[in-house]
């Protein structure tokens, strides 16, 4: 399968400073990523979907301006968790779409843990 | 919007049993579900994936069903491994093109015992 890439895997930060994660796809191009929250021993909750290009879509309950996503080229989307506080502390997954071919599979990256002290 | 539900939340199974989970979806608009494992501190991968026009697919050890009319689907794993211990997800989404939202089930915690 297509390879998608997270960095960093993990990120300890104090509170009130921000915090960025990359998301790329490394051998094909992403027409769209998500990117998703998943706390301990919990589902993956789908925060927000960025399209090349153009302003990302929130889900319901999501802050967009506590949650900045870019998603500037079709193998980047990065995350920015502003004025980080430990209730953001969580384990954050990207996803990207548009392979080629493969019509409908998402690919997930390996996720990066942010620990907000 | 879709809503997936899934059971059992925990599955303890001998090695060589076989482990069935099964997920609910309310949209009926979704076409596309797949199942992902997710072993701890990892991404999810996915392991097998269904499209509505299918009714069964099968990949050595895993199959999935599907059955449109009471929107559930099934994932069967056969002759468990211990290592087939992880969180398995189910999701539900449409698929446009190539873009996929998918939502997805609250996870099962699958253990096989040695």
């Known amino acids: 399968g297509a390879v998608v890439s997270q960095h960093p895997s993990w990120v300890i930060c104090k509170s009130g400073t921000s915090v960025k994660i990359e998301c790329r796809s490394l051998?094909?191009?992403?027409?769209?990523m998500f990117w998703y929250r998943q706390f301990p021993k919990q589902s993956l909750m789908l925060m927000a979907t960025s399209n090349e290009g153009s302003k990302a879509t929130y889900e319901q309950g999501v802050e967009k301006d506590k949650f900045l996503i870019n998603h500037a080229s079709l193998t980047l989307s990065t995350l920015t968790v502003t004025s980080a506080h430990p209730e953001d502390s969580s384990f954050y997954i990207c996803?990207?779409?548009?392979?080629?071919?493969?019509?409908?599979?998402?690919?997930f990256g390996e996720g990066s843990r942010l620990t907000v002290l | 919007g879709e809503n997936v539900e899934q059971h059992p939340s925990t599955l303890s199974v001998q090695e060589g049993d076989s482990a069935v989970i099964k997920c609910t979806y309310s949209d009926s608009a979704s076409n596309y579900f797949p199942w992902y494992k997710q072993e701890l501190g990892k991404g999810p991968q996915l392991i097998i994936d269904i499209r509505s026009n299918v009714g069964e697919k099968k990949d050595q050890r895993i199959a999935v069903t599907l059955n449109k009319t009471a929107k559930h689907f099934s994932l069967h794993i056969t002759e468990t491994q211990p290592e087939d211990s992880a969180v398995y997800f189910c999701?539900?989404?449409?698929?446009?093109?190539?873009?996929?939202?998918?939502?997805f089930g609250t996870g099962t915690r699958l253990q096989v015992f040695p």
């Open positions: 051998d094909f191009q992403a027409t769209t």
């Open positions: 996803s990207a779409s548009g392979l080629a071919g493969v019509t409908g599979e998402l690919f």
């Open positions: 999701a539900a989404g449409q698929v446009i093109y190539n873009t996929d939202k998918l939502i």
